[in-house]
């Protein structure tokens, strides 16, 4: 992936986390939202935390999408820790040169770094007191895939953890502690701010921009460089492409890479072909969502269908949804069998629903969502299967 830096945008947003922008309420906490693959992880740890160290901010990144087999609580905690070691680490080295015996910050020297966030360690509270006064600079907390918090207790107690840091550390006009929460899901994000029991109450989610004609016009300019012979290029076209892509860098420079590559055997223009690459790169991700979906067992169908209708409205067992369940099988569905299905679309590798600590469910791909309305719209829902809707389940 070719290096390109938004630095304007993450310099909007630094004003923004410190309080120091007129309009909006990031200073109490930033809510990204932005599908997968777009940018979103690379404009956050390329963009926006060295934005922030630039600003003389102390800066903590986690991706609570690393490691999903562990709980989102501890990845917090621990991404906390490791920040706090390192100054923990400053300190006693400068106490041991200036001859002392101990020297407290928050009482530093006796914190176990390794127990932070546990019952008998420090709280995630105190953990980032101490990370202010031993670093000796406000503190900015990044957490990508904030959502996947909601699938545990301790992910959930975390968050609580951490509003309430936010609440302690800040006063009016200093921000100590800058929280930015990310998410490739805008409704599952929203759990963390939607409900008067969610952690951040009244908090906005903010859609992050996607990469535009300035990112377009960046790649059409290092493609003129090394290829005069194709001066100038369709930015235009380009666009069009990458619009085609979903606005997934990722897949569109893979696809440049491959019509320009002198091994391809092409000669010319290459816009043509990339917009052919982009529409193979759609059918190929539009059949992927429908074998899925025409591979689950009727009664996993019509529970993820019910799903895709509903969005955050979706409730697996009401009566609205049995009724439903029956009508489009033709037959009764119970709700242990609702709930089989609803375990079984969460154990396909890759899982196709999410599930918060509270039992919410919502489809795991988010592109899921737009496949589903685009064959709506065009009169084309359900998808057709050789066997039917109405096979016979193992339920």
Known sequence: ??????????????????????????????????????????????????????????????????????????????????????????????????????????????????????????????????????????????????????????????????????????????????????????????RLVVSAGAAFYGSQ???????????????????????????????AALQEAFVAFGHRPQFFMAAMGAVLSPLSGRTGRFEAALLQAAQEQQVQDEAQMESDYLGLKPTEQVVLWRMLDQGPRFRPYDGEALRFYRESLGRPVSVPQAQKALEALRQRTPALVWKSAHGEYAVEDAAMHRWFQVRVAADQWPPASPQGLLALDED
């Open 1 to 190: 992936m070719i290096p390109y830096h938004r630095t304007t945008l993450a310099q909007q947003m630094v004003q923004a986390l410190q309080g120091r922008s007129l309009l909006g309420d990031a200073h109490n906490g930033l809510f990204l939202a932005a599908p997968r693959r777009t940018g979103k992880s690379t404009f956050l740890q390329g963009d926006l935390a060295p934005a922030l160290r630039q600003a003389g901010v102390e800066v903590v990144y986690v991706d609570l999408w690393a490691d999903t087999r562990r709980d989102p609580g501890t990845l917090i905690a621990e991404a906390i820790a490791r920040s706090l070691q390192t100054h923990l680490g400053l300190v006693a080295r400068t106490a041991k040169k200036a001859g002392l015996k101990g020297v407290k910050v928050a009482g530093a020297l006796e914190i176990d770094t390794s127990k932070i966030g546990q019952v008998d360690g420090l709280t995630l509270v105190d953990a980032l007191r101490s990370l202010l006064q031993a670093a000796d600079r406000p503190v900015a907390l990044i957490i990508d895939e904030a959502q996947h918090a909601l699938t545990s207790e301790a992910g959930e107690a975390a968050m609580t953890a951490l509003k309430s840091a936010r609440d302690q550390m800040n006063q009016p006009g200093l921000v100590n502690l800058m929280l930015v929460m990310s998410g490739s899901d805008r409704d599952k994000l929203l």
């Open 205 to 235: 989610i903010q859609a992050l921009p996607p990469l535009d004609t300035d990112f377009i016009a960046h790649v059409a300019g290092l493609v003129e460089a090394q290829r005069p012979d194709l001066v100038p290029v369709d930015r």
